[in-house]
């Protein structure tokens, strides 16, 4: 169809004319809303992008001679970044003649490994980067799982407060329903002061 009709059919039925393959021959052309075809797109895109996982490498220095409750420290940062899902990057730091040891932060490093082995694995062994030393840990669990998880616990702690809190509600309306002596009578008991709990 010759390009001046396309366009007076365009015209007729108030849409565009968009060519869609060019290179064919003939070039393919459509009728088209194209505002709606380019906001369809730009929806597509952005829910692509919401699902999208963002994988971030966090990072932990040590030192070769470090302290163990330091290292202890540190390890629960490695483990708390695990949970969530981020893989961690693990750097010894040599300084001086500890450069002349590299066994001891490759022992540092496999300790660490072998300590938060049941939350990720090495992701890349360790290697030495001029004065530092290097290792990867990854994830066992996705980003998304491990969300997933953090809500699940975080609604199951909330329904638990709720509930202690209906339980004391319960408890206090009893008490005050039971009138001043036996709010006093249950103040001394609280208090250890009543003989009975005495004796």
């Not at 470090?66 to 730091?93: N, Q, S």
């Not at 082995?117 to 290792?135: A, I, W, Y």
Request: net charge positive; proline share 5%.
């Amino acid at each position: 169809m010759p390009t001046d009709q396309a366009l007076k059919l365009a015209v007729e039925a108030d849409l565009d004319l968009v060519e869609i393959a060019p290179q064919g021959r003939p070039p393919v052309c459509k009728l088209m809303d194209y505002g709606k075809f380019k906001y369809e797109n730009a929806q597509k895109a952005r829910e692509s992008r919401r699902n999208q996982t963002n994988v971030i490498i966090k990072e932990m220095k040590l030192r070769p001679k470090i302290d163990k409750h330091d290292y202890e420290t540190k390890k629960g940062h490695v483990v708390r970044f695990l949970g969530a899902g981020d893989k961690v990057k693990i750097t010894i730091m040599f300084r001086g003649r500890e450069q002349h040891r590299p066994e001891l932060g490759f022992r540092l490093l496999q300790k660490l490994a072998e300590d938060v082995q049941e939350l990720g694995f090495v992701e890349s062994s360790p290697k030495q980067d001029g004065r530092n030393m290097t290792m990867v840990i990854g994830p066992h669990k996705k980003k998304a799982d491990a969300k997933i998880d953090a809500d699940a616990a975080r609604s199951a702690k909330a329904e638990e407060r709720a509930q202690r809190q209906a339980e004391e509600d319960a408890e206090r309306e009893a008490a005050h329903a039971a009138g001043p002596v036996a709010q006093k009578k249950e103040r001394r008991r609280s208090e250890n002061l009543d003989p009975e709990i005495e004796a």
